[in-house]
């Protein structure tokens, strides 16, 4: 009988990782989305207004920017870096754009003048974050400076570009027709989300399904072998922290289009944090992680911040039970994979 | 004897600190002033405290970042908690019960890094988000300005006063002895004891520190605890001497000012080296550059930008130097073949 059991229980067993293993579908995923669910049914059951349209509509529009912040932060862990400068790449990126159409934008303009100048802007926020990703591409890659310590400089540098632009104030003003991008949706789905699914299967892509993206793991998992096999560690660094500030500038003109405004101080360190709490939440370290657990996770906290939220609405200081909550989850996964992972090695 | 000392990280620090002073001397003869040097010891002397204990996570090869919420916890709880109770004595109490705190805290960390076999900067950054989400909602949210009756003069306690031409009176305050003991007490921790050698030996080669038979759980549990209550002491002090306590004590801007202190001190972030002289040197470099910007006259918007541009001149030029030394040092082994 006791037999019979132990049989049925490794069967089963064998049958879920099977499953995984066909589908290719990690533990970490496996782990995340049994969180997700979790969460989901906690928060419907306790909380009427959870499960709406309207709620989750605005799940859609603040999740995206610090979604993009933390894939921008993945990339780099990745290949065994850290990129403490997303943050100030995002608000140098979108504070620059905002200068442009403030300055340029002639008074009177035609709608397709407008649209046409707004198309610039964002072509220059871009360029903010490729530039910005190439000097700390340049500091870690080329240099050999250590990578906490150059995004921490970079840190300095771009904050300090932002505030010495707008002397510290927000820079405002912008033509209607910019909050399409931020604040507008697409057939029920806000469009900074598309903006945010279309990123991420993008860097999904390039990481799991290019040499480019192969090569990158394999610096991150051990940069001596890499470089051995004939591959430019330099280039490839160089590559990653572009993406990277490229997907942070995006992560600022999704800012922008929001709140209709430019500022240096914008999420400050608390975002660059955050971001790197979702990447470890996702259990990213250098060469391996998965552009879907970053995904899920940055979801898992949103709904953590809006199911609290919900349920502590009128206590004092409500607003910041989300960042204990988050704290003690990010443990729970730490020791639930220490685990599960201990008892595979066992095996 | 010299010649060793030269070659030193800590004594580049002191070089770049020196060249610093002249050059705002040059520019603002104001900054040559006694009083000058009190003001920056005293805005140090928490910073200090607080990278003495950051020093020995960074030489065990590994980065803490919740030293500065563990300050804000230990200091705002203990009190608000005086405040409730009535209390009207003086600083001593303050500092025992934030000490404890600040202890629990550091034990919580060296447990979950030890039991479950975790990198130190991991675990800091989920107790950093729960300390700090944990004294906003569970203890107050606001700042507080009440003080104890015996806590009022503290502020202006000094241990000598000089007349100052420019300024007056100017006075050095009593918590820079702080410093001196606690630099004191972790230079000797790291000099003389075999925890202080396990230290370096963890930060050097982790896994040969292990078959040394070092202790590292132990190791672990101990440096976080120290941190811990170095980040309470600290947390007392910063309010103490601003008069205020607040819950978002050193948020933002001074967790990174008291990393850059400690790697500009010539701790390396891949562990194995640093020392309590170069992190004190590391700290009044900080200090002064962020003074500097106001003394020389740069306007105040462009300041930010200012520092960012020496980090990165910092950074750059030691790693540039390194990737040189490495690359001349292959270059003999091949002629030598």
């Given at each position: ?10 069967g ?14 990690e533990?970490?995923t ?5 969180v ?18 309207r ?26 870096g ?18 442009f159409?403030?300055?340029f ?12 100048y ?7 926020a871009?360029?903010v974050?490729f ?10 890659g080329y240099?050999g ?5 150059a995004?921490?400089a ?7 570009i932002?505030?010495?632009?707008t002397k ?30 279309l ?17 990158a793991?394999?610096l ?13 560690n ?18 600022g ?5 929001r ?13 660059v ?9 996702a259990?990213?370290?250098?060469g ?6 970053v ?18 609405a009128?206590v ?6 989300k960042d ?6 990010l ?9 599960t992972?201990?008892?595979k090695?066992?095996? | 004897m010299?010649?060793?000392i030269?070659?030193t ?6 070089l ?7 050059t ?7 900054f ?5 040097g009190?003001d ?8 200090c ?13 590994d980065v ?9 916890m ?26 404890g705190l600040?202890?629990l ?10 039991q479950f076999?975790?990198?130190v900067f ?10 700090y ?16 009756k015996?806590?009022v003069g503290?502020y ?6 000089v ?12 918590s ?5 003991v ?9 000099k003389?004891?075999?925890l ?12 040969l ?17 120290i941190?811990?209550v ?46 309590v002289?170069?992190?004190?040197l ?8 962020n ?9 105040v ?35 030598e073949?």
């Open positions: 009988m006791n037999m019979n059991i132990k049989s049925i229980v490794t089963i067993k064998n049958g879920i990782s099977s499953f995984l293993k066909k589908f290719r579908i533990s970490q496996l782990l995340l989305v049994g997700f669910a979790v969460l989901i049914v906690f928060f419907s059951l306790t909380e009427k207004g959870f499960l709406t349209t709620s989750i509509t605005s799940m859609g529009f603040q999740l995206p920017e610090i979604g993009l912040l933390s894939l921008a932060m993945m990339i780099t862990i990745l290949i065994g850290i990129n403490l400068s997303v943050n100030a790449t995002a608000n140098l990126a979108a504070v620059l754009a905002g200068f159409m403030v300055k934008i002639p008074q009177g303009a035609a709608e397709s003048q407008i649209i046409l707004i198309a610039l802007a964002l072509l220059i871009l360029l974050g530039i910005s990703g190439a000097l700390n591409g340049l500091l870690v240099i400076a250590s990578p906490i310590l995004t921490l970079t840190l300095s540098f771009y904050t300090g932002s505030v010495g632009l510290g104030r927000t820079v405002t003003g912008f033509p209607e027709q910019l909050s399409v991008i931020g604040s507008k949706t697409l057939l029920g789905i806000p469009i900074p989300f598309l903006v945010y699914v990123f991420t299967a993008i860097t999904y892509l390039l990481l799991n399904h290019t040499t480019f993206g192969f090569k793991r394999m991150g998992s051990n940069p001596t072998a890499s470089n051995f096999s004939g591959i430019d330099k280039a490839i660094t160089m590559r990653i922290y572009i993406l990277s500030g490229i997907i942070a500038a995006i992560s003109i999704l800012v922008m289009g709140t209709m405004s430019a500022a240096y101080e914008y999420g400050a360190t608390t975002y944090l955050l971001a790197i709490l979702i990447a470890m939440l259990g990213i370290n250098a391996f992680g998965n552009v879907i657990d995904f899920i996770s940055a979801t898992i906290l949103q709904i953590l911040s809006t199911g609290f939220h919900m349920m502590l009128g004092r200081g409500s607003s910041f039970f204990f909550s988050w704290g003690i989850l443990i729970t996964i730490f020791v639930i994979n220490y685990f992972r201990g008892r090695a066992r095996e | 010299l010649k060793k030269v070659k990280n800590e004594f580049v620090t002191f770049i600190l020196v060249a610093l002073s002249i705002i001397g040059l520019i603002n003869p104001a040559f002033s006694i009083s000058m009190f920056v010891l005293r805005a140090a002397v928490v910073y405290i607080m990278a003495f204990g950051v020093l020995l996570v960074i030489i065990s090869g803490d970042i919740s030293f500065v919420a563990i300050a804000a230990a200091s705002f709880t203990t009190h608000m908690l005086l405040i409730k109770m009535g209390y009207e004595g003086g600083i001593l109490l303050y500092y025992v019960i934030a000490c600040g202890l805290a550091g034990l919580l960390n060296g447990f979950i890094i030890s076999n975790l990198p991991n675990v800091s950054l989920a107790t950093m988000t729960m300390w989400g944990f004294t906003l909602f569970f203890i107050g949210a606001t700042s507080n300005f009440d003080l104890p015996g806590t503290y202006a306690n000094f241990i000598i006063k007349q100052d031409p420019f300024v007056g009176e100017a006075g050095l305050h009593v820079t002895i702080y410093v001196v606690i630099g004191l007490f972790v230079w000797w921790l790291l003389y004891t075999t202080g050698r396990g230290i370096f030996a963890m930060g050097g080669n982790r896994e520190a292990v078959r040394s038979g070092f202790n590292i759980k132990l190791i672990t549990f101990v440096t976080c605890a941190v811990g170095l980040a309470a002491i600290a947390g007392v002090t910063q309010g103490l001497l601003s008069r205020y306590f607040n819950p978002t004590l050193f948020i933002g801007q001074s967790l990174l000012d008291v990393l850059a202190a400690v790697i500009l001190g010539g701790a390396a972030i891949t562990g194995g080296r640093g020392s002289i170069g992190t004190f590391g700290v009044i470099l900080v200090q002064l550059i003074r500097a910007l106001i003394l020389t006259g740069i306007p918007e462009w300041q930010r930008f200012v520092v960012g541009v020496i980090l990165i001149l910092f950074i750059s030029i030691p790693a540039l130097h390194e990737r040189r030394t490495r690359r001349l040092a292959r270059t003999t082994e091949l002629a073949e």
